[in-house]
């Protein structure tokens, strides 16, 4: 079992609580607050997101809190499937995951719902319909907020492995895309993006674009960078092992393989714009906590 050491949430709480006083202090701003959690998969961010909440509602803070996972918002079963079969080609889409995978509508409603302190029902995605393929539990079996009076929700945390990404210019993506196919042609290239498509890539970050909906809003973001990208298949394949013992039943080394082999040819085109700043105005919007192989923090950016 891998340990488990929380050394970041006292640097992200004090962060929030930053912006949550900057936005009670302001009468042309009100509550609540959104904050992005973007980290690999495997990296912890999901353990933060929770950690984070659980703190920030209880006193001192006593702040309504809810966790929102962008995994959550994957489109329905039936509809993964009809975006599947429209696009036989693209390895990229054949599964959840990716840019174009989600339902936009559905999450820009949420967002809108939440900001107005609307009763709201939080979506949840069963990973293990379909043999595994997924799908959205039905709406009235979800939890609701702000059904009691006074004690709307004040933060909302949207962590994911994608918050915060933003798509490249077709020029950048044709760059990134064919200096990967170079290194790959060369040998003993470690990526996967010069492996697909040039116009499979371009969907998804086409795709991407329209994220940005959802970006612009968020107050501020944490970012868990870790040192390698490659860290997440070691990442990906711990958590497997302690499904296998807790569990009984995980994914094999070579499913977590081709598993994450799906997710990576985006960490290779947007964590660098994402290490430079998801938002272009603002200063002290964006906290980055650069991780190790062993996810304990070595750097800590406010930008």
Not at 88 to 95: A, D, E, F, H, V
Not at 135 to 147: C, G, L, M, T
Not at 182 to 206: A, C, P, Q, S
Request: with cysteine.
């Amino acid at each position: 079992m891998f340990e488990v050491v929380d050394d970041k949430s006292s640097h992200c709480v004090s962060f929030i609580l930053d912006h949550a006083r900057e936005k009670s202090s302001d009468e042309s701003q009100q509550y609540p607050i959104f904050i992005g959690v973007n980290g690999a998969q495997g990296s912890g961010k999901t353990t933060l997101a929770s950690t984070l909440a659980e703190k920030l509602r209880k006193p001192p803070h006593s702040l309504a809190t809810i966790v929102l996972s962008i995994d959550d918002l994957y489109l329905t079963h039936e509809l993964q499937s009809e975006l599947a079969a429209s696009h036989p080609s693209n390895p990229l889409i054949q599964y959840r995951g990716q840019p174009s995978t989600h339902d936009l509508p559905l999450a820009l409603s949420l967002f809108s719902d939440l900001r107005q302190g609307k009763v709201t029902r939080i979506p949840s995605y069963d990973k293990s319909a379909y043999s595994g393929q997924g799908d959205r539990i039905p709406k009235e079996q979800s939890a609701e907020v702000n059904r009691d009076k006074g004690y709307e929700t004040k933060v909302v945390i949207f962590e994911g492995w994608c918050v915060g990404f933003r798509a490249l210019s077709r020029e950048q993506l044709a760059r990134e895309w064919e200096g990967a196919v170079r290194e790959r042609e060369k040998g003993g290239y470690v990526g996967r993006l010069g492996w697909n498509k040039l116009e499979d890539v371009d969907f998804v970050n086409e795709a991407l674009r329209k994220y940005d909906q959802l970006t612009d809003q968020l107050d501020a973001l944490i970012h868990l960078d870790a040192e390698d990208p490659m860290f997440v298949y070691k990442w990906r394949a711990q958590s497997e092992k302690e499904l296998h013992e807790t569990k009984g039943s995980g994914m094999t080394d070579k499913q977590v393989v081709d598993f994450v082999n799906g997710y990576y040819p985006a960490y290779e085109l947007f964590t660098g714009r994402l290490r430079a700043g998801a938002f272009d105005g603002g200063k002290g919007r964006q906290l980055r906590l650069v991780i190790g192989r062993d996810r304990r923090v070595r750097e800590v950016v406010k930008m």
